[in-house]
């Protein structure tokens, strides 16, 4: 069983930036960014694959980055925060499939952090 867990999560004014980490108790080849605000939907935010592709909602691209560093540790960098990216943000790791390529779809992956929270104040 894959444990997640993240941290980094807090409170900023709009414009601002925060980065999230995650760190897996092993090794899994695929990693994505979710997030819920109050009555909405979970919502895949940036997703990465094994070999560095990566895959971002069109709500974020060009504001968040998703990266790896030894494969257990996975990190969001979110620059130039908007009151609506305050939500709940929880980390995902998804298994090797075959012609899989990095995802944004929740089920793609089996295992969840139990999630930080990020709020943008105008």
């Known amino acids: 069983q894959v444990q997640l867990e993240e941290s980094g999560g807090g409170s900023v004014q709009a414009g601002g930036s925060l980065t999230l980490s995650c760190v897996a108790s092993?090794?899994?080849?695929?990693m994505g960014w979710f997030r819920q605000a109050p009555g909405k939907e979970r919502e895949g935010v940036a997703g990465?694959?094994?070999?560095?592709?990566t895959v971002y909602a069109d709500s974020v691209k060009g504001r968040f980055t998703i990266s790896l560093d030894n494969a257990e540790n996975t990190y969001l960098q979110m620059n130039s925060l908007q009151p609506e990216d305050t939500a709940m943000y929880f980390c995902?790791?998804?298994?090797?499939?075959?012609?899989?390529?990095?995802?944004?779809?929740?089920?793609?992956?089996?295992?969840w952090g139990q999630g930080t929270q990020v709020t943008v104040s105008s």
């Open positions: 995902a790791a998804g298994l090797w499939r075959l012609g899989r390529r990095a995802s944004l779809s929740s089920t793609d992956f089996p295992y």
């Open positions: 092993e090794y899994v080849p695929y």
């Open positions: 990465i694959d094994p070999d560095g592709r």
